[in-house]
Nanobody, 125 residues
């Protein structure tokens, strides 16, 4: 079992920044990849970013490339999503997820085994 708890979501103005955190517990943190997804009302869950176990390589969705940075601190069992130049279309509930199987289809929610409950990000224009 892996427990994931997100934090850091809040309401901000367009152009602002936020840093989301996701604390993990229950398994050796450095043994699995992590992902961030988001879901806006009436929309499907969307891939945001993924980071490999070591943290050396990250992948980002097209809508956030160049604005969001994904990092991890394996000593603290925590991943971070630094979000800059926020836009109203970034408004969503953001979820972190753990991939214990090493799936190559990392943009698909079904590739992840454990999920947090999410944190709300609201960007106003």
């Amino acid at each position: 079992q892996v427990q994931l708890v997100e934090s850091g979501g809040e309401s901000v103005q367009a152009g602002g920044s936020l840093r989301l955190s996701c604390a993990a517990s229950g398994r050796t943190f450095s043994a699995y990849a992590m992902g961030w997804f988001r879901q806006a009302p009436a929309k499907e869950r969307e891939f945001v970013a993924r980071i490999i176990r070591s943290g050396d390589i990250t992948y980002s969705g097209d809508s956030v490339k160049g604005r969001f940075t994904f990092s991890r601190d394996n000593a603290k069992n925590t991943v971070y999503l630094q979000m800059n130049s926020l836009k109203p279309e970034d408004t969503a509930v953001y979820y972190c997820a753990a991939d214990l199987r090493g799936n190559y289809r990392y943009t698909e929610p079904s590739s992840y085994d454990y999920w947090g409950r999410g944190t709300q990000v609201t960007v106003s224009s």
